[in-house]
């Protein structure tokens, strides 16, 4: 059944559009509608299997694993993440800036390293979850519990309205890009090379580290990644200010921020999509993936930053807010 809900012009939501994703959003005490679930086993052996690794592989690098290969699983969780934040979410989901194609290269290699599908594919999912928040359209819709917006969507076939409004939109800027194209195109190949085979035999060749713990740290990175994204359409779907929309889920969550590489800030995302910091300047010390933007702005390889200017701001968080905003709470309104 299709959402009763009105359609932005394009997949990407842009500044102009902010009026119209406001009024799409459904009350935050509406019901999800009921359904039988269809479980993929699947994918609930493998991420038991994956977990169980992953759980080992902590228990190792606080045991018997060398710091050397510590430290090199989590520059490994950081790129991953970079690949995941500046690239999947903030370039190509969002197209909140530009970037030059030795920049975009390192970010689809990056994101590779993260396994979180092909960047096409988790953009595709990504304007479905912006455009159709918190309705049955929504991939990982938070009003299905906080399990269902973790993980438990890819444990299920998805509701078919994810599939009829996700054909609907518009993606041909994403297989406009060479580079994800090519990713997408060979992402069954790449994905296992990059993700799992290389990044396990250089501590071993590197540092002499054993092949079990490499691999098992590996594995424990990988997880650890996937739990820090989920975390934002969870725990920041359901905990935290709503400083900016408080008429909409998304929350504004430290905790998910640090984890995230800046990407908590998800009350102000929400509401402010095309923001390439997806968050206000004062959040800046909790978002690397910002640093990393700008430090690229720098050396000209990202370009035509996007963001919102401070009276938009300051307007929409008197409009909506609800009240926690440091700078402009209830207090400004009278
Ligand atoms: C993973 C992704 O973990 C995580 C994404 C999180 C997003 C977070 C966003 C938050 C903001 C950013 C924060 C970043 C923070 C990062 C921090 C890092 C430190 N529109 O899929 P199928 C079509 S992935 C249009 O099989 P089922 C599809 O093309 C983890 N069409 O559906 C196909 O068409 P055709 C690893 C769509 O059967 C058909 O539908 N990966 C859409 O229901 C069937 O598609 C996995 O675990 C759409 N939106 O299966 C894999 N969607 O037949 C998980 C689908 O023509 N996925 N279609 O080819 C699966 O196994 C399956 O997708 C499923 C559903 C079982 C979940
Ligand atoms: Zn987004
Ligand atoms: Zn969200």
Redesign the pocket.
């Known amino acids: 059944m299709a959402p009763n809900i009105q359609s932005a012009p394009t997949g990407v939501l842009q500044e102009g559009d902010e009026e119209i994703i406001s009024v799409v959003k459904p009350s935050r005490d509406d019901k999800p509608t009921p359904r039988k679930i269809q479980l ?1 086993w ?2 609930i052996i ?2 038991a299997y994956l977990h169980a690794i992953a759980v080992y592989g902590f228990y190792l690098m606080l045991t018997s694993a060398r710091i050397y290969t510590s430290i090199y699983a989590i520059i490994l ?1 950081q790129m ?2 970079f690949g ?2 500046a690239g ?2 903030r370039l190509w989901s969002h197209r909140a800036y530009k970037a030059k194609w030795p920049f975009r290269l390192f970010l689809a290699f990056c994101n590779t390293l ?4 092909s960047v096409i ?2 953009s ?3 304007r ?2 912006h455009k159709f928040s918190e309705t049955d359209a929504d ?2 819709n938070a009003k299905r519990g906080f399990f269902f917006a973790h ?1 438990g ?6 509701h078919p309205d ?2 009829e ?3 609907k ?1 518009e993606i041909s800027d994403l297989y406009a890009d060479p580079i994800i194209r090519f990713q997408h195109k060979y992402y069954m190949l790449l994905m296992p090379i990059i993700c799992f085979v290389l990044p396990v035999p250089i501590p071993v060749l590197l540092w002499n580290e054993t092949w079990l713990n490499s691999f098992c740290l590996n594995i424990f990175r990988y997880v650890f ?2 739990h ?3 975390l ?2 969870s725990a920041a779907h359901l905990w935290g200010h709503r400083p900016y929309d408080q008429f909409i889920n998304p929350s504004e969550n430290i905790a998910v921020s640090i ?3 800046g ?1 908590g800030w ?1 009350n102000y ?1 929400h509401t402010f999509p095309w923001d390439y910091k997806t968050s206000e300047l004062g959040k800046y010390s909790v978002n690397f993936s910002t640093c990393l933007i700008d430090m690229m702005a720098k050396i000209g390889l990202a370009y035509d930053l996007k963001s919102v200017s401070e009276d938009m701001i300051k307007k929409r968080v008197l409009r909506t807010g609800d009240g926690t905003h440091e700078v402009w709470g209830w207090g400004d309104k009278d």
Do not use: C, S
């Open positions: 993929v699947r994918n493998i991420f969780y991953g993440g995941v934040t999947a979410h993260a396994f979180e599908n594919e988790w595709r999912d990504h479905v979850h991939p990982h993980m969507w890819l444990l299920v076939r998805k994810v599939i409004q996700g054909k939109l990644t996937l820090a994204t989920w934002v359409n984890l995230a590489l990407e998800h995302h």
